[in-house]
T-cell receptor
Framework: GAGVSQTPSNKVTEKGKYVELRCDPISGHTALYWYRQSLGQGPEFLIY????????DSGLPNDRFFAVRPEGSVSTLKIQRTERGDSAVYLCASSLDGPLDEQYFGPGTRLTVT | KNQVEQSPQSLIILEGKNCTLQCNYTVSPFSNLRWYKQDTGRGPVSLTI?????NTKSNGRYTATLDADTKQSSLHITASQLSDSASYIC????????????FGKGTRLSVIA
């Protein structure tokens, strides 16, 4: 596609529920990144994929968060037992090779946990 | 600890005026510094990217400077337009293939008529 796309654009869920957020990177980009952005803050790194493998998952806040990229393209961020503090915009980005390359961001998914 | 600090936190200027946003960082070893523009409800969009050897780079009415010795960068916006209203985020990359980008909190710019 022309750019990074993310679905859904908005997600409202109840505390304790499971959610999946999807990211479609730019075609041909081997690197994919997930960030979380709270209101008035800059994006916070969560995890970075190189191909199918997670090259760096040091930003995942706890074991309720998990992400996959099984075929090296689309990625899914999964959050179990959601908490109100998980409410944020979840941004996905992709780059051609790795973190030193230009990163192109998607529009984000706004997650609200009630 | 790798950090990026931006100032001011927010800024309001009149249309047509110039402004300068500041960024200080402690990321080491340094690889590159980027400025992003983020409109409300959208993902960040890259404006400039500078490596250690570059001390200025322009993109239209946006000019970024970098002083790698003092670890400071600035983003100068000339002849501001209403569409410049956005958050401007300074992002620094360490010189390591697997090290994530370090984001500042951004400066919220409002351009008013």
């Amino acid at each position: 596609g022309a750019g990074v796309s993310q679905t859904p654009s908005n997600k409202v869920t109840e505390k304790g529920k499971y959610v999946e957020l999807r990211c479609d990177p730019i075609s041909g980009h081997t690197a994919l990144y997930w960030y979380r952005q709270s209101l008035g803050q800059g994006p916070e790194f969560l995890i970075y994929f190189q191909g199918t493998g997670a090259a760096d998952d040091s930003g995942l806040p706890n074991d309720r968060f998990f992400a996959v990229r099984p075929e090296g393209s689309v990625s899914t961020l999964k959050i179990q037992r959601t908490e109100r503090g998980d409410s944020a915009v979840y941004l996905c980005a992709s780059s051609l090779d790795g973190p030193l390359d230009e990163q192109y961001f998607g529009p984000g998914t706004r997650l609200t946990v009630t | 600890k790798n950090q990026v600090e931006q100032s001011p936190q927010s800024l309001i200027i009149l249309e047509g005026k110039n402004c300068t946003l500041q960024c200080n960082y402690t990321v080491s070893p340094f690889s590159n510094l980027r400025w992003y523009k983020q409109d409300t409800g959208r993902g960040p969009v890259s404006l400039t990217i500078m490596t250690f050897s570059e001390n200025t780079k322009s993109n239209g009415r946006y000019t970024a400077t970098l002083d790698a010795d003092t670890k400071q960068s600035s983003l100068h916006i000339t002849a501001s337009q209403l569409s410049d209203s956005a958050s401007y985020i300074c992002v620094v990359s360490a010189n390591s293939g697997n090290t994530p980008l370090v984001f500042g909190k951004g400066t919220r710019l409002s351009v008013i008529a």
